[in-house]
C-alpha cells in the first residue's frame, strides 16, 4: 500500500474511531453493546495506527540506510581526491624545484654569455688595434 494511501486511511480510521467513541460513549450511552462497539473501534485504529508506523518506520529506515550507503560512497570519493589533490600537489612542487633549478641555470648562462660576450669585444678591439699597428708601423 502506498505511503500517502495508508497515511490517509490512519486519519480517516483514527478519526471516525474519535466520533464514535463520542458518539457511543455520550449519545448513544444507554445502549449496553456501545462499549463493546466502542472497544471494537479503537482496536481497529490501533491496528490501523501500527501497521502505518511500521510501514512508515521502515521507509524511513530505507531512506536512512540509503543516505548512509551516499554517505559512505561521497567520503570514499573525497578521500581519493584528497590522494589525488595530494599527489598533484607534490608534483607541483617537483616541477617548482625543477623550475628553480633550471632559473639559475639561465641566469649562470646569461652571465656567463655576458662575460663571453665582453671578451669577444675586448678581442675585436684587440684585432682592430693590431691591425691598425700593421697598416700604419709608425704609430
Request: hydrophobic share 40%; charged share 30%.
Amino acid at each position: 500500500m502506498d505511503s500517502k494511501k495508508l497515511e490517509l486511511a490512519t486519519i480517516i480510521t483514527g478519526s471516525v474511531a474519535i466520533l464514535m467513541a463520542i458518539y457511543f460513549g455520550f449519545i448513544a450511552a444507554s445502549a449496553l453493546s456501545s462499549s463493546k462497539l466502542i472497544n471494537y473501534v479503537f482496536a481497529i485504529a490501533f491496528l490501523v495506527f501500527i501497521a502505518y508506523n511500521y510501514i512508515k518506520s521502515t521507509e524511513y529506515e530505507k531512506i536512512k540506510k540509503q543516505l548512509t550507503d551516499e554517505i559512505s560512497e561521497l567520503n570514499n570519493r573525497i578521500e581519493s581526491l584528497t590522494i589525488d589533490i595530494n599527489k598533484k600537489t607534490a608534483e607541483i612542487e617537483k616541477l617548482n624545484n625543477e623550475l628553480s633549478v633550471k632559473d639559475k641555470k639561465i641566469t649562470e648562462i646569461e652571465s656567463e654569455n655576458k662575460k663571453l660576450q665582453q671578451k669577444v669585444e675586448s678581442l675585436e678591439e684587440k684585432i682592430i688595434e693590431l691591425s691598425q699597428k700593421i697598416d700604419n708601423p709608425t704609430v
